[in-house]
């Protein structure tokens, strides 16, 4: 069974830091290209917060977070992460970590497999 357990939120004070991980098991990791996404409260869908590639280890990001989140993975680990720094209270939100077997769906944002989410709150 595919499952993506993402860990690391938590509650911080606007400008801290927090790193998320998120562990893949059930599929062949080093094949999947990964994102994060994240739902703040009171939207009704996710957003894309960050990618990386499984090819070339390419990473885009959301304009809001670029020069504050980094992600990055360690196939020897099964594992893809978000280290966000100067977090702001706009960044509160559920995030999840997803992974999408083509370059093609990665690129589209059609994501074959969801993490069940892991909380932040960034309070002001």
């Known amino acids: 069974q595919v499952q993506l357990a993402e860990s690391g939120g938590g509650l911080v004070q606007a400008g801290g830091s927090l790193r998320l991980s998120c562990a893949a098991s059930?599929?062949?990791?080093?094949?999947?290209?990964m994102g994060w996404f994240r739902q703040a409260p009171g939207k009704e869908e996710r957003e894309f917060v960050a990618?990386?590639?499984?090819?070339?280890?390419?990473?885009n990001y959301k304009d809001s977070v670029k020069g504050r989140f980094t992600i990055s993975r360690d196939n020897a680990k099964n594992a893809v992460y978000l280290q966000m720094d100067s977090l702001k209270p706009e960044d509160t939100a559920v995030y999840y970590c997803?992974?999408?077997?083509?370059?093609?769906?990665?690129?589209?944002?059609?994501?074959?497999?969801w993490g069940q989410g892991t909380q932040v709150s960034v309070s002001s």
């Open positions: 997803a992974a999408a077997s083509s370059l093609e769906n990665y690129f589209k944002k059609n994501y074959d497999y």
């Open positions: 059930g599929i062949s990791f080093r094949h999947y290209n």
């Open positions: 990618g990386v590639t499984r090819t070339s280890f390419a990473t």
